[in-house]
Structure formats: C-alpha cells, structure tokens
C-alpha cells in the first residue's frame, strides 16, 4: 500500500511516534536524535528508517529542507515546561534545540516547508513563550493551527498521561471527532508472570512502602478501575512521583519495562538492546509518548485517517 504521508521525525527517542506513524501508514524519511542510547533503542526497531544521530541546537534551514517531508513531527525535551523543570521555559538551556528549530523555521523557502507540522509536549507547554512563539510562527506562515489535550485514559487506556498537542496545515485539518472511547483494564496490559514470581530487580523493599505510606501509589492488578499515574524518566530512581506500583504475590513491585511500552500503545514486537541496562529502559520510556493518542492526533491530518474514532479535549 503507497504511503499516505511522508514524516521527518524531530526528536525521535525510542520510536513512540514511529510506532504511531506504522499503524497509519506514514512513511519515516528521517529521524533525528541526539541520545545514542535512544537512537540504538531506535535502530533496533525501525532499522529502515533514516535515523541520524544529530544535535538539534545546530541544524540549518537546508538541511530540513532537503527531507522534503509532508509533516514534521516534534517532541522536545519537556523539562523547560514542567512544574519538576522549573518552568523557565526558553531560558532552560534544554530548550536551545527547539529555540533553534523556531528561528531557522522562518527562513525556510515556500516549497521547503512541510503541509503539516504537529508537537507534542507536557501540559505546561500550553501556556509557554515557546508555545506562543511557535503559534505566531506558523499563523505568520499561513498555517491553520488547532491545539489540545489529550490523556490516554480518556481514549480507555489505564494510565495517565496528559499532554499538550499541536497540529497545524497549510491545506486544511479533518473535522473534530466525537467522543468515543474503548475502556481496558490494567490487568489486560500486564504480564501475570512477574505478579506471581517477581524477579528481585522489580521488587520494592517493603519498608520503603511502609515509610511513604499513603502517598505510595499502589495499585491492584485485579482493580478493574485501576489505572497508573505518568511513568516519567525517573522511574526506578526515584520512588516518589514518578509512576505506580503493584502489588504482588510476595509483596510490592514496579512495573516491567515492557508492561509500560504496552501501556503507551508500542507493538508487542518493540525490543530494547539486550545489554540496555534496567534503568535507562525506565528513564527512555518516560521520555517516550503514548503511540495511542499520537494515533488520534495524527488523524487529524487529511488523508491519515484511518476510520478510527476518538474523545479529546480542545484547550
Ligand atoms: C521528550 S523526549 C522525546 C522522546 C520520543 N518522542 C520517544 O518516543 O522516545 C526528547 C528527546 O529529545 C532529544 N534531544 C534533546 N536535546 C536534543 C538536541 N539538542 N538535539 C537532538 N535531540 C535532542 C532527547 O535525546 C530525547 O530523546
């Protein structure tokens, strides 16, 4: 089947918006990355996509020209946004790359530009100078610009993960859709295996559960109206605010790298490398997006839609 759309992945990570893009018929023609860990994550997934190891904060106007893609998809870092960040928005040293995509964007020739343009981000970017000057940008460059926030478990995925999204087109966007939402319970994404005999690097320590007490989220895997909080880059460092946790046979565990990548809607075939250590699968998947509501962001696009209907929330 032709592929309707051809994509330049800003951003790139592990794939989350590669896993999306699969699904829907989106051609990769390139996949832009800093992080070699992310980019071996990456690589080993989409092998045949035209990943590159590349640092943001100096990439010229030509060179995302030449990709000559139908839409450029963003994910930038999002601590420059967040309340855990600072908030200091495009003061934050992270936010240089980004910067950087802002001011070649303007030099860009007419025929260089992509139809379509869509970010991602936490909610914060919502009310942010980058945001605004992002919107100014693509008003100015006659884009159409619509923006919103969308969670996984209001499209029936149990976990939490607000976030900010933004697409804009030169040649129109789909009509919003109406609310439908297709409710599962944690129970079905995870793996019963490791509730019944937990390997010792999942387990948490019972005092340390004893010792933040209430405020340690813990769920039931046989609630059937449980669902997790955001699983962010700190999980299995920090304890506190960084996902939930499950009770098990012989006490209290995390949740394993690949129970999270199918809560975030990655295929069962996502793999990370063999020698990745523990941590750095956690830290890479809270950096990561949920693949399901890039879907339902992506078919706001005309000529994605793939007949799916979902629920959203417009700001
Ligand atoms: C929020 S994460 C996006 C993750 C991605 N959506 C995924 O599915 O894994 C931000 C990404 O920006 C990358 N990044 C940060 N600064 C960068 C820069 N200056 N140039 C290129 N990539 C950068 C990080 O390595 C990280 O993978």
Known sequence: ???????LELFCGIGGFAAAAEAMNVKIVGALDQSPAALAVYRLNFSEHNSRQTDLEKITAAELAGFAADLWWLSPPCQPYSVRGHGLDLADPRARSLARLLEVFPQIPEKGLPRYLALENVAGFARSRARERLVDLLVS?????????LCPTELGVPSRRPRYYLVA???GLAPARPVVSCPHSLGSYLDPALSENPPPELLVPTEVVTRFGEGFRLLDPADPFAYTTCFTAGYGKSLMHAGSYLRCRNGERRFAPHEIARLLGFPETFRFPEELPLRKRWHLLGNSLSVVAVRDVLEELPGVNNGRRSSSSEI
């Open 1 to 7: 089947m032709p592929a309707s759309l051809t994509a």
């Open 141 to 149: 460059r006659k884009y159409e610009v619509r923006e919103r926030l």
């Open 169 to 171: 087109s030169c040649c």
